[in-house]
Structures are given as C-alpha cells and as structure tokens.
C-alpha cells in the first residue's frame, strides 16, 4: 500500500471516528440540546454570567425555524466544500498540465534531433 494511500485511509478513519463516537458513547446526553452549535453555548454562557446582558448585533435573517437553519448551513457546507473541491482539482490538473508540457519538448527534441540526423546522414 503507497503511503498516500494509507495517510489518506487513517484520515478517513479518524474522521469517521470523530463522527461516530460522541454519540455512540452518549456524550452529552445530560443537556437538552447535546450538540447545539457553539454560538448557543455561548449565549447560554453569557446569559448566566451577565443576565442584563444586550448582544450588539443581531442577525440580518432568522430563519423561521431550526430544520432550515440547519438546511442552510448544510448548504453553506455543500457549497464552501465545492469551492475546495473544484480549487484543489483546479491546482492538480494545472501541475499534471505543467508536468505533461515539460516531457513535450524532450520528446519532440529526440524526434526532431533523430530526424535531423537521418537527413545529415543521407546527404
């Protein structure tokens, strides 16, 4: 197995990890919400410490209910991952063009130089 091969299957199984065990192992079953989004703690948090407390902005959009919260931050995700996805695609078949271009002209060279030679050689 190369090793790309393999850093990339233990990344993949550290991720699949990550994804499985907090809940497999009931990390967080004692709050109401057990994996609410880090603003939510925050808010929490500060109205327990700061009960006066008044935020300084609020949101341009509030989405009327939490499936579509939830839809639109799985489509952020969807669309920031496309964006990767198409950056890095881009950048290796850029490099494999660059790569394909620098054994060209060596290629093209031998020929050339061996179609040169034979001319000289026949005359």
Not at 60 to 72: C, F, M
Not at 96 to 118: F, M
Request: aromatic letters at 8%; hydrophobic letters at 40%.
């Amino acid at each position: 197995m190369r090793r790309n091969t393999r850093i990339n299957a233990l990344l993949l199984l550290a991720v699949a990890a990550l994804a499985v065990l907090p809940p497999a192992l009931g990390l967080g079953d004692h709050k109401e919400e057990p994996f609410a989004g880090a603003d939510g703690e925050a808010e929490t948090t500060i109205t327990e410490i700061e009960p006066d407390y008044e935020p300084w902005f609020s949101p341009l959009y509030e989405p009327p209910s939490g499936e579509v919260e939830s839809a639109l931050f799985a489509l952020q995700a969807a669309l920031g991952a496309g964006v990767l996805a198409y950056y890095f695609g881009l950048r290796r078949g850029r490099r494999q063009g660059e790569r394909r271009a620098a054994a060209r002209p060596e290629e093209a060279g031998n020929a050339a130089g061996t179609a040169g030679d034979s001319g000289a050689r026949g005359a």
